[in-house]
């Protein structure tokens, strides 16, 4: 029987970049197709940046054509205005692929961590070299493009658990 391929995209949040990264999953192969950063003019209004990075995403899934989507979680720190601004950064995030009619699952950045890494507080340049490792090919662009990868990659490990655990929900 032949496994089927899995086009993953992951996507890292940010109102000022937004990373993402592509993977294709045959089985436990894994293997970059593509990656790239989003970006909002800082001079617009926080609406009109929200419509760049919902544009940019909405291109980068109708040229790539994932088959799933993986977003890590907001992480809340001490500036809550700088929080709810991530907080809709990451709504177009899961907004624009779910339109597409893509299953959205949701990481925290620990799992993040801990699935590329083997733990849950490894720092940016671990998680990169784990990238780098597991994948090849891939070249990051930046640093949001390399934790995007790291999101699809997570999602590539824990897919399985997640349909199984929606279908049981189900019945």
Request: hydrophobic share 45%.
């Amino acid at each position: 029987m032949a496994l089927s391929t899995v086009r993953i995209i992951g996507i890292d949040p940010g109102l000022r970049r937004t990373g993402w990264g592509m993977i294709a999953c045959e089985g436990s192969r894994l293997s970059h197709i593509a990656d790239g950063v989003l970006t909002s003019d800082q001079a617009l209004s926080l609406a009109e940046r929200l419509v760049q990075l919902r544009s940019q995403l909405a291109q980068v899934i109708a040229e790539w054509r994932p088959d799933e989507a993986a977003v890590e979680e907001t992480f809340v720190n001490t500036d809550a205005r700088a929080t709810l601004k991530l907080g809709q950064a990451r709504g177009i995030a899961l907004l624009v692929p779910a339109e597409a009619g893509l299953p959205v699952a949701e990481y925290a950045p620990n799992q993040v961590k801990k699935t590329v890494v083997g733990a849950g507080h490894a720092e940016k340049e671990q998680i990169h070299h784990m990238v780098k490792i597991l994948l090849p090919r891939a070249q990051p662009k930046s640093a949001d493009a390399a934790d995007a990868l790291a999101i699809a990659i997570c999602h590539a490990h824990h897919r399985g658990a997640q349909t199984l655990a929606k279908r049981l929900a189900r019945s």
